[in-house]
């Protein structure tokens, strides 16, 4: 077989076992959710399920190249709208995944004028605790190249749980926190997971019990989807008793929220708040569909 042949047959075959592996998750997790969400339109469950695995088909393949190219995501995010702020945002993403899932995101805020922006990729499969310490050293190079005395950190699913244990431990090097569909409480799945947090994220673990008695000493901003299809139920993202700000929105799923301009607008909205958050701040949102 010509070498050729063998490169068409090694693409075929993974972009089969992606394909597969995107059913399998989608129709998976959507069914899996169902008795933990409120009931919803078929048509509307179907439309969610397609743009789920539409977003995860257009964002998987791009991983690797996501690792290996740098760490700034403005060559990403389109053009500006305005200068930067000068307040440097880090993105930290979730389980299984690297900075691709801000692409989206990232774009919006940076046609807002937040920025400049950073992506911070961590070891998912290893400990919370050790992926913490990482962020805080990252976090730290950002200050010294940017001149900055803090960062703002908008995290995705398990990197709120990598931020919010760097921030138990170390808060001065953070302005203002965001986590989007982050399970501060643990997931409900009792599956099988891969790697060494996976105890971590489970409801009950000793880990997140030390989050649950640390109170907030900055603003943030907790956003959690009516039905995601991997954390659930909602109140699983609550922060607001622990002096957090709790934002609701209708519809998407656990990775289409990153791709939410309902989403990106609250995020933007909450950075550019100026000072600190007023004492109004802590409370329970819901917004309408996107």
């Given at each position: 077989m010509r070498a050729f042949d063998v490169i068409v047959w090694t693409f075929l075959v993974a972009a089969s076992g992606l394909a597969a592996a995107i059913v399998v998750y989608a129709l998976g997790s959507f069914f899996l959710m169902r008795r933990h969400t409120s009931a919803r339109g078929v048509g509307i469950s179907l439309r969610e399920l397609a743009r789920e695995a539409i977003l995860a088909a257009l964002t998987q393949p791009l991983l690797p190249f996501f690792y290996l190219y740098g760490y700034r995501m403005e060559p990403f995010g389109g053009r500006r709208a305005r200068a930067p702020s000068g307040v440097p945002v880090v993105f930290v993403h979730g389980y299984m995944q690297?900075?691709?899932?801000?692409?989206g995101?990232?774009?919006a805020l940076a046609q807002r004028g937040i920025g400049p922006l950073y992506g911070f990729n961590y070891p998912w499969f290893l400990s919370i605790e050790s992926n913490a310490r990482r962020l805080d050293r990252f976090v730290t190079r950002v200050?010294?190249?940017t001149g900055s005395a803090a960062v703002d950190l908008v995290c995705h699913s398990m990197g709120g749980l990598v931020a919010m244990e760097m921030l138990r431990v170390e808060a001065r090097k953070v302005r203002r926190c965001v986590t989007i569909a982050t399970p501060h409480a643990g997931v409900a799945w009792r599956g099988p997971i891969v790697g060494l947090g996976?105890?971590?994220?489970?409801r009950g673990s000793k880990l997140l019990a030390a989050h649950a008695g640390y109170a907030l000493t900055l603003p943030t901003l907790s956003v959690f989807s009516?039905?995601?299809?991997?954390?659930?139920?909602k109140e699983t993202s609550y922060l607001v008793e622990r002096g957090g700000r709790d934002v609701e929105v209708e519809g998407p799923a656990h990775l289409a929220i990153l791709f939410s301009p309902v989403v990106a607008e609250r995020v933007a909205s909450f950075l550019l708040e100026p000072g600190p958050a007023a004492a109004e701040a802590v409370e329970t949102r819901q917004f309408a569909k996107q």
């Open positions: 690297n900075r691709v899932g801000f692409v995101l990232g774009r200050c010294r190249e996976a105890t971590s994220l489970r009516s039905h995601d299809n991997v954390v659930y139920p």
